[in-house]
């Protein structure tokens, strides 16, 4: 007699490990945090230190007597998502605020043109959500994944948000340009073309900045604080920051016309081979394509290899609705490409500088938390700044926002730890128990309700919590495991099944120690 295991069996299983191994890391978790240090740090994150600062604070009124011969309280290099946005958010608060950028015509990127949810409840604490508004951007529900002609639909745990709270996906030139006009736009705030080649040092203390402005003549700029968010490509990072940048991968960049994505309002992840390939609108007329090539070494431009591989390697593997606007966008020629880096933050504190941004901390772009990231580091830097009145003690100003880089970490290490995860559990193997997992993944997101709204509130952003993604992630791994066990386990079942459990491990664990152990699970104990 066959024995008939449906769904509903597999997810009580899997529910039960789930909730049995949460139970033991929550409370191995909790066991080992001090409650004392973390309702003290909580209530005021700098104690010792706002006490230095105390006798600057009046009222919230800010005044910057001795800021330097331009009267600047802040310099910003950089005018990309993060430059933009926290040069609205200071100006907004009384700052005055100089910003420097190479290029201020609009950007043409392939990659920050997705906004998460929790990206979008970040850029409106900010004030900033009218920014994408009359840029044609796009209402984004959730993500459908597709693998071996079968369409997995996930959305957004949304339910108890306003309407307007959801995913945006858009043209990223578009949405810098709104966002440095609406910055540009406040009395104290001046925006500069001109490329910085220098912090300005006196004895260890950074003064301001050396720049060439487009007519290449050489300038100073001063003032007791300067932000460095640059970008990737940051060319001062390595004063400011260890950097340690890996290139796992590479995207391949394609502007889709003339066709509708098979879900509507939703972004779709190809689980394809080698590695996944991302569909998302970024206008009502336009769709971008990414396709994801391991490693750093591509397949000739010049030469036609790169539009064989897309047109024999990347075509067959997409939906057919999709397909011969892929094909049609590789025959034109307008194909772009971008290297994938990941850098977790690695600060080193210096008095009168800050990092933020691409420039600190970069994690792969495949679930598209990089903005989330970068705003929401802007709420905490912002909250910090605020009750100072100005920040001319470069010493203690450098002691006081060591806590930024605690506030940050539960936040941008959830999303840095999912999106590096996801990365490598999404990108095909000849490792059975590998692609054992990846499946699991898939139909985990697939069986609705508390399951797949835990594993969207993580990737959206909502529900950035290091604890949750440690349980979802086992909670995945169990529920794969079990589906191999059932109805009947056999020696071959089980092996693989130990393998899966260990090869979830090898992925999470390492990239959890790049993160930070300390300041990710237990941050109120980390001085």
Known sequence: MELIIDDQYYNIVGTFFASVIGFLLLFFILLRRNKRMIKKFTENPSTKVYKIQNNNVQNGRHSSPQNGSNGTDVIIVGAGVAGAALAHTLGKDGRRVHVIERDLTEPDRIVGELLQPGGYLKLAELGLQDCLEEIDAQQLLGYALFKNGKVTTSPYPLEKFHTNVAGRSFHNGRFVQRMRHKAAALPNVRMEQGTVTSLYEENGVVRGVRY????????????????????????????????????????????????????????????????????????????????????????????????????????????????????????????????????????????????????????????????????????????????????????????????????????????????????????????????????????????????????????????PSPLSLICQFFAVAIYGVGRLLLPFPSPKRLWIGAKLIWGASEILLPIIKAEGVGQMFLPATVT
Do not use: W
């Open 212 to 463: 060439r402005t487009k007519d290449d003549e050489e300038h100073q700029a001063y003032a007791p604080l300067t932000v460095v968010c640059d970008g990737c490509f940051s060319n001062l990072r390595r004063s400011l920051c260890k950097a340690k940048v890996d290139i796992p991968s590479c995207f391949v960049g394609l502007m889709l016309e003339n066709c509708s994505l098979p879900v509507p309002n939703h972004g779709h992840v190809i689980l394809a081979e080698p590695s996944p390939i991302l569909f998302y609108p970024i206008s009502s007329t336009e769709i971008r394509c990414l396709v994801d090539v391991p490693g750093q070494k591509l397949p000739s431009l010049a030469n036609g290899e790169m539009a064989n591989y897309l047109k024999n390697k990347v075509a067959p593997q997409v939906p057919a609705e999709l397909r011969d606007a892929l094909i049609s966008s590789v025959e034109k020629g307008n194909i772009r490409t971008m290297k994938n880096r990941i850098m977790p933050a690695a600060p080193k504190p210096t008095p009168g500088a800050f990092l933020i941004g691409d420039a600190f901390n970069m994690r792969h772009p495949l679930t598209g938390g990089g903005m989330t990231v970068a705003l929401s580091d802007i709420v905490v830097l912002r909250n910090l700044l605020q009750p100072l009145q100005h920040f001319h003690d470069a010493a203690s100003l450098n002691t006081y926002l060591q806590s930024f880089y605690t506030l940050r970490k539960p936040v941008a290490s959830t999303i840095n730890t999912l999106a590096n995860t996801v990365y490598q559990v999404f990108s095909a193997s000849s490792d059975e128990a590998k692609e054992e997992m990846r499946q699991a993944t898939v139909d985990y997101l697939g069986l609705g309700g508390i399951y797949t709204a835990g594993a969207m509130g993580l990737l959206s952003g909502i529900n």
